[in-house]
């Protein structure tokens, strides 16, 4: 086949893909697998070159932590943590709303997104009937939460799952360089949040004790197999924080971490394996294989370099252009299809461009994907698994009612990580400056704190005379 039909036959097959995995006509699993078969049926791709566009080390991962959250989801102890932060919160359904978020954030990080929602949305609901509040502030907190926590971490949100993948960046990588700006996000978001709401989460206090009268022991069904599994899943988060020293990819620390829980736990690995979500898989092996022939035909360089020219090369902006990009598509489309075509691209850009270090532009692509998946009801799969299960007890969430909220919440995110980059970049010219003055600051206050205490006993510390 010609090279310039498989250019546009790939491109097509790509953008039909595209458009009805956005319609939501047709599950997105099987307009992957179909795309997918249609690259290799055409001859654009061969088979070993369909395996091989497969990033096994995400299917690994994936595969991995399903199997332990589907395991420890068993014992109940996610229930448990969200009836104590509940109590904790003294039934005030504000202070609810709050606990709820950071368990939602926390567990997001932890784990991923889209497992945390499914574990706390049916306490949500239980406990707004309690209270005989409306549901719906406190989905939308958690929805928007659990995108911010994920973004903190390497295995918190599927994006950043593929970056790590493709990128070799590890867990300690994605906790340094994100989480200071997702913590700054979070902590605003959710005061923002608790403001808009301030007047429709209000209660009696002969409500606020049904809430109080919850015990959240009663949710630990069985003690014995959560102890395993919370020192399986302590091994796992630790060989992700040293795998990049002990030179493991990151599906062989969850995989192995999923293997040991199953020889704990002695459960039959037939039931363990239904907790994985078999069409999230192959949606995301489909997924590799329509992008990887988009790459083998050179879309995805003419793209890079394209992208180059608008930029002029300059890392910086480049950066800022693929977070707001990818901020504002993530709003619009599932952020896991985008972020798999910007992965090539950007290693395209890097190698075009003579980039040596392009670890500038996978933190903006991180960003602007995870925290752009706030921008309404559709950009990131948690988003989309809440509003359903929400819909399935009767309670709707419409997509202008959801973007009226999140939107602007999105935007402000974007701005402030706008800032955060542009500091992250240019830190290294200031940084001898910074050191300096932060060190002269340090020596300042500890001689201070001693004098003050010298003080005290009648005795003055005084520096040292010049020699």
């Known amino acids: 086949m010609d090279v310039s039909i498989q250019v546009w036959l790939a491109t097509s097959v790509f953008l039909i893909s595209y458009a009805i995995i956005v319609s939501e006509k047709i599950h997105r699993t099987t307009v992957a697998l179909v795309g997918a078969a249609v690259m290799v049926l055409t001859g654009i791709l061969s088979v070993g070159g369909a395996v091989k566009a497969i990033d096994f080390n995400t299917i690994g991962l994936l595969v991995g932590m399903m199997v332990i959250v589907g395991i420890t989801r068993q014992t109940g102890v996610f229930e448990y943590l969200a009836i104590k932060s509940a109590k904790q919160s003294n039934g005030q359904p504000l202070k609810i709303m709050t606990a709820l978020a950071l368990v939602t954030a926390v567990l997001s990080a932890l784990l991923d997104n889209v497992t945390t929602v499914l574990l706390i949305v049916p306490v949500t609901f239980a406990i707004a009937k309690k209270l005989e509040v409306s549901p719906i502030p406190f989905l939308i907190v958690e929805i928007i939460a659990s995108n911010i926590g994920g973004t903190a971490t390497l295995i918190g949100d599927p994006p950043n799952i593929m970056i790590g993948s493709a990128t070799g960046l590890g867990f300690l990588d994605f906790v340094i360089n994100l989480t200071p700006v997702v913590a700054v996000v979070y902590v605003l978001t959710v005061f923002i949040l608790v403001v808009v709401y301030r007047k429709q989460l209000v209660t009696t206090p002969e409500l606020q004790k049904n809430i ?256």
Request: aromatic share 10%; net charge negative.
């Open 212 to 467: 109080m009268n919850l015990n959240e022991q009663d949710e630990i069904k069985d003690p014995v197999l959560l102890k395993k599994s919370l020192f399986v899943l302590f091994l796992t988060i630790a060989g992700f924080a040293l795998h990049q020293f002990v030179h493991l990819e990151s599906s062989v620390i969850a995989l192995s971490g999923a293997s040991l829980l199953l020889l704990l736990s002695r459960q039959d690995p037939g039931h363990a394996l239904h907790a994985v979500e078999w069409p999230v898989i192959f949606f995301f092996a489909g997924l590799f294989i329509i992008v990887g022939a988009l790459e083998h035909v050179g879309v995805i360089e003419a793209l890079a370099g394209y992208s180059l020219e608008v930029t002029g090369g300059d890392v910086a902006s480049t950066g800022l252009l693929i977070l707001w990009i990818a901020a504002v598509a993530s709003s619009f489309v599932d952020n896991i299809p985008f972020v798999a075509t910007m992965i090539p691209l950007i290693q395209d850009m890097g190698r075009i461009g003579n980039l040596e270090n392009i670890n500038f532009l996978w933190w903006s692509l991180s960003l602007g994907a995870c925290l752009g998946g706030n921008g309404t009801i559709i950009g990131a799969s948690a988003n989309v698994v809440v509003i359903g299960m929400a819909e399935k007890r009767g309670t709707s969430i419409s997509f202008l009612g959801f973007m009226k909220i999140a939107f602007p919440l999105m935007l402000m995110s974007i701005v402030i990580c706008t800032g955060y980059l542009l500091a992250w970049y240019y830190l290294p010219v200031f940084a001898a400056l910074a050191g300096t003055s932060a060190i002269a600051l340090v020596l300042a206050v500890v001689l201070k704190a001693i004098n003050n205490r010298m003080e005290k006993g009648g005795r003055t510390v005084r520096p040292p005379e010049n020699r």
